[in-house]
């Protein structure tokens, strides 16, 4: 179940044993184990080995990279840009720990005496992490938890278990102690037992609909919190423009970070109808001309958007760019003559393939860009600053991003809305979702 297969190649370079009940049930005992080290350690103490990990994480860059682009395709300065981001989500939280943690008073206007809200741990944790940035997504729970004092189980994707097994020890060299943070190659039905398990405090997914579903109900009938990051299909709305080549430029880079396989990633693009024919030719040219040379993450995933993009050419889409495909290698390509009633428009497409929308003038663009099941990202670009304020307000989407791409920051919380799922990640939010944010109320 577990193993690394070489997407340039389809071959099985290494596999993994896949854990037996008994390691799962080890992996548990552990992590509940070293809870007593997240309650009586200090902010601190835990800070310290955040940066030492942050620290590891830059100079195992190289090896981690290469883990990185031999189990999923990244291309390799998108894997060593995604390493460093990884120390700096670690280096952050060593930042900014206490001050995220430290009490917080709280004005007594009911009686006499005083009120504090303390941030404690909740205990252990499960973390349930894709394919698609291997470190990052791991980093992105990890750091603000280990940071208050949680443990942690983590489950990764089971093409990514060579980066797992890396990224564990890392954790051990920089000075965890056994137990706060164990890597497990579970199965889903094992994963059922460990989100039951009474000493299992809450459960952090980035994945599919379908998986964060499932783990939903399982945790939902066992009272455990959950945070879920789900699909996106984020919009990019071009509303005016001085200069027509860098929004296309920014729409290129948004629509292809990691080969188009982000759930963030631009995916519809919606543009006015003064600007629509300029900018589809412009973008059409740049994006089929942008071709990474990566392949997908696997041949499996090129063939499933090679069925999408099909299914939009019958409904009456029009193709820009090749139709063919080499087993996990998929060249860019555009989808114009669409509406929100085709079911491409509907659903994710991930990889380098670009819907664009025309928008007869704002509300229409706003329309058709609510107009999804989603909610995780959205771009919003125009010249005006009053109109940029007013769309984002507008957007339904947990984050939106104006005039600028790429603009994520460890400081920055991440998450969405609607089927793009709930809870979020990084910044002080991050942080937040899993404390005991305790009353203490002393009366004089």
């Known amino acids: 179940m577990y193993a690394v297969t070489d997407p340039t190649t389809g071959e099985v370079v290494e596999t993994f044993p896949t854990a037996t009940d008994a390691d799962v049930t080890a992996a548990i005992d552990a992590a509940h184990a070293a809870g007593s080290w997240g309650r009586t350690s200090t902010v601190a103490e835990r800070a310290t080995l955040l940066r ?20 999923m395709g990244k291309p390799l300065a998108e894997a060593e ?8 989500i670690y280096r952050y939280y060593a930042d900014h720990a206490e001050e995220f943690l430290a009490d917080e008073p709280i004005e007594v206007t009911s009686g006499t005496g005083s009120a ?21 997504q791991v980093a992105r729970f990890a750091a603000p938890n280990l940071a208050a004092g949680n443990t942690i189980v983590l489950k990764h994707a089971p093409q990514s278990p060579a980066t797992a097994a890396l990224l564990e020890r890392l954790f051990a060299e920089a000075g965890f102690p056994t137990g706060a943070y164990v ?28 998986a964060g579903s499932a783990v939903a109900e399982i945790a939902g009938r066992h009272l455990k919190k959950v945070v879920l990051e789900l699909g996106g299909s984020d919009p990019f709305i071009v ?6 080549d ?7 880079a948004a629509r292809l970070d990691n080969t188009g396989q982000a759930c963030n990633a631009a995916k519809r693009f919606v543009v006015v109808s003064e600007l629509y024919d300029a900018f589809v030719a412009k973008f059409t040219a740049r994006l089929l001309d942008s071709a990474t040379g990566a392949p997908l993450s696997s041949a499996a995933a090129a063939e499933n958007l090679s069925r999408q993009v099909a299914q939009a050419v019958a409904e009456g889409a029009v193709l820009h760019g090749s139709s063919e495909r080499q ?13 929100t009633e085709h079911a491409a428009a509907r659903q994710e497409l991930f990889g380098p393939v670009a819907m664009v929308f025309p928008a007869t003038d704002e509300d229409d ?8 099941p989603y909610g995780l990202g959205s771009y919003v670009f125009t010249t005006d600053p009053e109109q940029a304020a007013r769309v984002a307000d507008r957007i339904e989407a947990g984050m939106v991003f104006v005039n600028g791409v790429g603009a994520e920051g460890a400081e920055l919380p991440f998450g969405g809305v609607k089927r793009s799922g709930f809870g979020r990640e990084l910044g002080r939010l991050g942080i937040e979702e899993f404390t005991n944010r305790k009353l203490i109320r002393t009366v004089s």
């Open 365 to 372: 663009a706003v329309r058709i860009a609510n107009d999804t």
């Open 239 to 244: 509303l005016s423009t001085n200069d027509l």
């Open 246 to 252: 860098s929004v296309v430029e920014a729409a290129v």
């Open 81 to 88: 840009g995604e390493v460093g981001f990884c120390a700096d």
């Open 183 to 210: 890597n497990v190659y579970a199965t889903n039905e094992q994963i059922a037992d460990v989100i039951a398990d009474p000493r299992v405090q809450g459960i952090s997914l980035t994945g599919s609909e379908r």
């Open 52 to 71: 030492r990990l942050g620290d590891l994480h830059e100079a195992r860059s190289e090896e981690l990279a290469a883990s990185i682009v031999r189990e």
């Open 327 to 339: 087993g996990a290698f998929f060249s860019p390509r555009v989808l114009t003559g669409l509406t």
């Open 116 to 136: 504090v809200i303390r941030r404690g741990p909740v205990g252990l944790l499960l973390g349930i992490m894709p394919w698609n940035f291997p470190a990052y």
